[in-house]
């Protein structure tokens, strides 16, 4: 037994910030981050936290779900822009909610979203839950630095929900980590040890945009095929595939050496910009609300991020 995902839900905040906004305090203009990354607008929290995205998201999803806070089993969040160090932003949310499961984070960048779904098949294996509320939230802009332009443009805020039931809807799923922590790296706020030697760094994004942009196409085409050729699918076969919205010309690349047709990568870079862990599950559900998917499509949900982890599932709707 594993899981079918039976409800979505999404939230961003209000504020937007166009790429127009942006070059008024940075050496940047539209029509390079259109071009280079294919971003147009990010929404950007003011006073929102972390849970406040994650809760909405949240409740959207259980709505569409059908199901109540008592119903769920476990809650798992993705993140790692939570409010707290400690404890785990699925504990507050746990609380806002009003449910009383065990709820904890996963960590794995830009890719812990599908990290989170692959956990959660664990405890649908084992019989554990029935049902499992998945979150991936996000607020990205207080871990840039505004006056990088090779990063801060790129990113937004933002929290999407899954709620998953007992089912047979989780069919393959490849995960790898190769523990690259020099290509994307957000040092934690160090403390004010009189004891420490070490240097403190920054806590925020640096990125070595090029190296990541060759790892994160050859992660996507090699995770895709590989869950193709082991499910015998080809390209008719495939609905949708929800990519890490990282980079328009990386979606684009991967489309071409995939042969994959581009009207099947569902993109939504340009509204949001990258929202880390919580783009995938945004994306799915734009999908679900757009009423773009019937049920027995076939998905591949693929990501990539920091740490060079990477993962893809197909997921069967
Ligand atoms: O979710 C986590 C995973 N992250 C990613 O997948 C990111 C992958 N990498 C990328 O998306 C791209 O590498 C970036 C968008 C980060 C950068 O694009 P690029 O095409 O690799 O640009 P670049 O870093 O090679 O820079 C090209 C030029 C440079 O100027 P010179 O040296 O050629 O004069 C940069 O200084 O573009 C300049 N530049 C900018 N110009 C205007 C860099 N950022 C900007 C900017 N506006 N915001």
Redesign the pocket.
Known sequence: MTFSIIGTGMYVPPKIVTNDDLSKTL???DE??RQ??GVQRRHVCTGETTAELAYQAALRALENSGCTPEDLDLIICSTISGDLVSPALACVVQKMLGASCPAYDVNSA?SAFLFLLETAAGYFARGKVKKVLAIGAERMSKLLDWQD??TC??FGDGAGAAVLASGEGYIDSTISTKGNDEV?RVPAFAGESPYSTLEPERPFIR?Q??E??KY?VNAMCSDISKLMQNNRLTAEDIAYVVP?Q??KR?IDLACMRLRIPIKKFYVNIQEYG?T?SASIPIALDELNRKGLLKRGDNLILSA???GESNASCLLKW
């Open positions: 050496d940047t203009n390079w981050i280079r990354v830009c332009r090779g443009v790129i994307i990125m945009g090029q990541t942009f994160a890490h990282a980079n990386i990258n880390s990539f991020g920091a």
